[in-house]
């Protein structure tokens, strides 16, 4: 019997599927600049959608923070426990400098903006199968497996929303895992590696972190980049592979990590995809999974570029600029599209691959 959460408590009517919380945002005396990663990146999201008009702070899903019976759902207690060694924690983040902080400081400014992120996650993943898609402004932590973190991934957030929608969510037993990030995601991969109901996709720089040979074996659809590979390529290739991962496996729910670490410039990443190459990305994956009435859920894992911020808000807004979300579908069974609707979607389709 699942335990008893607050994540899958029904949102506000009105809300946009569209999850987030300040408490995201880490801020600690300037700690979190030693890392390359924009640790305040996600309310900037938010701030740019509110200037645009697409939202006010009321129409957005509060996240909760996931606890420990939450986490438990995947994570080893041993793992949990190790957690709060701030050691460990400073290793996971690649921040050194928070190995010495007392762990009671670490837990407040640093664990539970992750934890808060994870729990938006989890409640993304619910959200999605009600209304059809749902965005989590943070997330995606696919480094992270139930008994290992890394790679600034402290927990497994794809891993537990998959799970939590399996042994709650009557209907939702298949999952299809579409990871575009710059970096393999080993910590999803490990943690579904002989589960025949999850379905993964990975595109990533061959050449750099995690590098993990044994999670690839997890891969049913395996796209190895190469360094500075730019738009054409990457979208000829996201664009056959999406569509033939989705041919080959019928989910229930798409978890699509949405990484902008592809950005060209980005000193992790290694690839060369311009701004316009992602929103196009993005835009991909919504069509193929709404094409085929399948419930997405994007969360944003890596980037790290201060212009990272300002390009995931303009690929929000394409999306609802092209109809493919819209404030509408907060009623259940909106993941099946009017017929009119999938015309429509079906005739953009058209028109943009004879414009390729």
């Keep these: 019997m699942p335990h008893r959460t607050e994540l899958y408590e029904d949102p506000p009517s009105g809300c ?20 390359p990663f924009d640790a305040g990146k996600w309310g900037k999201v938010i701030n740019f959608l509110k200037e645009e008009k697409l939202i006010a702070d009321d129409l957005v899903v509060q996240a909760r923070e996931a606890t420990d019976e939450d986490l438990l759902v995947v994570h080893t207690r041993r793992y949990l426990n190790r957690l709060k060694w701030s050691f460990v924690v400073a290793t996971i983040t690649e921040i050194p400098p928070v190995a010495f902080l007392p762990n009671f400081v670490v837990q407040r400014k640093v664990l539970r903006p992750l934890r808060t992120q994870t729990g938006g996650t989890i409640m993304a993943g619910k959200l999605a199968v009600d209304r059809g898609w749902a965005i989590n402004v943070g997330g995606g932590f696919h480094h992270c497996s139930s008994d290992k973190g890394g790679g600034f991934c402290a927990y497994a957030d794809i891993t537990l929303a998959i799970k939590f929608l399996f042994e709650r969510v009557p209907g939702v037993s298949k999952a299809t895992i579409i990871d575009l990030d710059a970096h ?21 720089n061959r050449y750099i972190y995690p ?39 019928k ?89 009119e609707q999938m015309v429509r979607d079906s005739a953009k389709d058209l028109g943009n691959l004879s414009l390729q």
Aim: a negative charge.
């Design 211 to 249: 590098g993990d040979g044994f999670a690839k074996r997890a891969i049913k659809r395996k796209v190895e980049l190469e360094w500075g590979t730019e738009d054409t390529e990457y979208l000829q290739k996201v664009h056959t592979h999406v569509e033939g991962a989705l041919n080959e496996f």
């Design 251 to 339: 989910p229930d729910i798409l978890v699509y990590n949405a990484g902008t670490d592809i950005l060209d410039g980005d000193p992790l990443g290694g690839l060369a995809i311009s701004p316009q190459g992602i929103v196009k990305r993005d835009e991909v994956v919504f069509r193929a999974a709404r094409r085929r009435r399948i419930p997405v859920l994007m969360v944003t894992s890596g980037g790290y570029q201060k212009r990272t911020a300002r390009i995931i808000a303009d690929s929000i807004l394409n999306l609802h600029s092209l109809g493919l979300i819209h404030g509408q579908l907060a009623a259940r069974g909106a993941a099946h599209p009017s017929l």
């Design 184 to 204: 393999q995601g080993n910590g999803h991969e490990r943690d579904f590696m002989d589960d025949p109901r999850v379905y993964i996709m990975d595109a990533y």
């Design 16 to 35: 946009w599927p569209i999850v987030y919380s300040p408490d995201y945002n880490i801020t600690f005396m300037g700690l979190e600049k030693l890392h």
